[in-house]
């Protein structure tokens, strides 16, 4: 095979160049920050090629000491940062710094406002990592070479960070990545030591990795210098101190450094577990949500050492999809160090830790709960949608999952209130057996709809459910304490002990009493409904939709139909009159059968628009309603409807 020796320039994604100026732009008042991300890359690079070496020792090719060094050079003004780690091929080289490989990327752009600072928050949760070089230089120039190939395989990457870069295979006898920082005219406070040092200390003291810069010693005449190497950072692996260790800033760093987050998190949640089973585990919970949160696929959450080496990054084994948004490391003291991702699924020792693992956070998230209900609310409102999945993927857990669920109410009909089940029930009327819940698409739907009007007459709370996600966890979250969950769409009206007796025998005469418009409706609505029938659910609509008892819920029908899920021709629904209504007096006399179908098919179409849903003929039914508004100002007139 011929080496790819060729010098090339290619361009950046468009992104890459928006994002650097951007980023340039954004970052610059906390410039330092690039040294934090060029150390974290070279701290993953050691860890990566320790992890390999475990089944491959040649890929130390002789050298098993794994370090980082950082350079200076006044003369040229360059800032080098290196590392023997795992280093990179040509191809890994254009896939990893030419290309923004991150899920979320789009929305990223799409969500920016123009407004600074705005952005520079934007941009903390995207994560800049290497670009951030940028901001203190105008040229970068990377050197690499991957573990275990041949010296020719080196490559050499050059950027001015202008919209291309080079790239050419070159001779690198030592393994791993340099960057070579070139710095802008005005960063000359990075060339000097003790600054450099400063930034390390503040920000990256807990890599595991020696973090190495020369240090230069003068004689006892003051003349001679000499150069020696030092180590700069404590080199202790965080998780493995002692709490009381720790301080909160440093907590703040290392978090800063695994979830390649720029703001400090919501909280953490260190434990050891000692006993049969010892492991320790240091867990993050991110003050924002990452772009890339609804990808259930997304593994980069926690990552598993062994007896503090590093083995993999993989969420999906360690924790479940729903706690997705964790961030931190697990430390297993008896795990062999040459498991295997394969071994990992069939693990008893990791289904444990996975277990407690799940626990702690949910006790740390009730803490939260209960002790700074502030600081719930923005886990609630960055995480909670991903948490609501719970319910269905944790059923070890529901009750807990369950009381942690923060949700919308007639309480106080606000999109963004946090009601629990504990509060619903705390507030449940005297006689009232059931939790009552609607969902829809969208706040506005969900609160406005018809079927809460007896329940708002009667002072009755009722969830908004509005979210995707809460028709999954009302399907599968049928009771809480006892209480059952019960849809205001779906069945036969039965407020149990809170309707009154004079109700129901007023629509049990109604119903009788209106038998013959019954039938009629019926007969104009033929097989559209299953049913039509009288009802005492609603106050100031004429009409409305409901399933049957053992019917599916009309919205997750509406859900599962958007996601292409092939539907049995849809479940018919039941058609409820308001007997109080005037239209539906005005109704019972009409003599003219043309204008009665139009009626009954506006008041259909009308119970399905304001329940959120879509009208199969749109037109017609404008044209209907056009129709009768014709009737009313010109009594004689009639369109002439197309069939
Ligand atoms: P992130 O670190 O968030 O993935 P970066 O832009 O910093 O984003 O790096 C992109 C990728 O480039 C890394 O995920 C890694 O695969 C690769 N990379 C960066 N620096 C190094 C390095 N020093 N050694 C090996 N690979 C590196």
């Not at 595991?208 to 030092?230: F, G, H, L, Q, S």
């Not at 696929?297 to 997705?324: H, Q, S």
């Not at 069939?346 to 939260?368: F, M, P, Y």
């Not at 259909?604 to 017609?620: C, I, K, N, V, Y």
Request: glycine letters at 6%; one cysteine or more; charged letters at 30%.
């Amino acid at each position: 095979m011929t080496v790819q020796a060729h010098k090339e320039t290619l361009g950046f994604q468009t992104e890459i160049k928006q994002l650097l100026d951007l980023m340039i732009h954004s970052l610059y008042s906390n410039k330092e920050i690039f040294l934090r991300e060029l150390i974290s890359n070279g701290s993953d690079a050691n860890d990566k090629l320790r992890f390999f070496a475990l089944s491959d020792d040649a890929l130390y090719e002789g050298q098993s000491e794994l370090k980082m060094w950082i350079e200076i050079n006044k003369d040229a003004r360059t800032i080098t940062v290196r590392d023997n780690g795992v280093g990179m091929s040509r191809d890994e080289v254009i896939d990893n710094i030419g290309t923004i490989a991150k899920s979320g990327t789009q929305q990223f752009f799409k969500a920016l406002t123009g407004d600074q600072a705005k952005d520079t928050q934007l941009i903390g949760q995207f994560g800049v990592g290497f670009y951030s070089s940028f901001i203190v230089a105008d040229k970068v120039t990377l050197y690499t070479r991957r573990a275990g190939v041949g010296p020719e395989h080196g490559v050499r990457w050059e950027s001015a960070g202008e919209g291309d870069y080079s790239i050419e295979t070159v001779e690198r006898p030592s393994r791993g990545t340099e960057v070579i920082l070139h710095l802008r005219p005005d960063e000359d406070e990075f060339l000097q030591e003790y600054r450099l040092r400063g930034i390390v200390k503040k920000y990256s003291d807990h890599i595991t990795w020696p973090i190495v810069m020369p240090k230069i010693t003068t004689d006892k005449d003051n003349n001679e210098k000499t150069i020696e190497e030092e180590v700069v950072n404590s080199t202790k692996a965080l998780w493995a101190l002692a709490k009381g260790e720790v301080t909160e800033e440093e907590y703040t760093e290392f978090y800063k450094h695994i979830a390649h987050d720029f703001e400090a998190p919501l909280t953490h949640i260190h434990t050891k577990v000692e006993g049969t089973n010892e492991y320790t585990t240091l867990f993050f919970i991110p003050a924002r949500a990452p772009f890339d949160l609804w990808d259930r696929t997304n593994r980069r959450g926690v990552k598993l050492y062994v007896r503090r080496i590093f083995i993999m990054d993989d969420n999906e084994k360690l924790l479940p999809p729903y706690l997705r948004f964790i961030r931190g490391v697990i430390d297993s003291n008896d795990l062999p160090l040459n498991i295997s991702r394969e071994m990992l699924q069939h693990n008893k020792q990791i289904d444990n830790i996975r277990s407690g693992a799940v626990k702690k956070v949910l006790g740390a998230l009730e803490g939260l709960a209960k002790n700074e209900p502030d600081r719930y609310a923005t886990f609630w409102k960055e995480f909670g949608r991903v948490f609501k999945e719970g319910i269905v993927d944790d059923h070890g857990n529901r009750e807990r999952v369950a009381k942690l669920l923060r949700l919308s109410s007639t309480h106080d009909d606000n999109p963004s209130s946090a009601v629990s089940l504990e509060d619903y029930i705390g507030r449940m009327k005297e006689g009232q057996e059931k939790i009552y819940y609607i969902t829809a698409e969208g706040f506005a739907a969900a609160k406005n709809s018809p079927h809460l009007e007896i329940f708002r007459k009667k002072e009755i709370e009722v969830l908004l459910l509005h979210e995707p996600v809460d028709e999954w966890v009302v399907s599968n979250l049928t009771e809480f304490e006892g209480k059952k969950l019960q849809s205001v769409t779906k069945g036969q009206l039965d407020l149990g002990n809170l309707g009154n007796d004079a109700e129901k025998k007023e629509t049990e005469q109604a119903s009788t009493e209106l038998k013959p418009l019954v039938e009629r409706i019926k007969n104009v609505l033929g097989d559209k409904v299953k049913e039509v029938r009288v009802t005492y659910r609603l106050t100031t609509s004429p009409a409305c939709l409901v399933a049957d008892e053992n019917g599916m819920d009309v919205h997750l029908e509406r859900l599962l139909k958007a996601a292409g899920q092939p539907m049995m021709g849809g479940s018919k629904r039941i058609f409820e009159i308001n007997p109080h209504h005037p239209l539906l007096e005005t109704l019972q006399t009409e003599q003219d059968e043309v204008r009665f179908n139009d009626w009954v098919w506006i008041l259909f179409d009308q119970a399905l628009l304001s329940e959120g849903g879509q009208l199969d003929d749109p037109a017609t039914f404008v044209n209907r309603l056009n129709q009768m508004f014709m009737g009313m100002v010109k009594p004689a007139s009639r369109l002439i409807l197309p069939d």
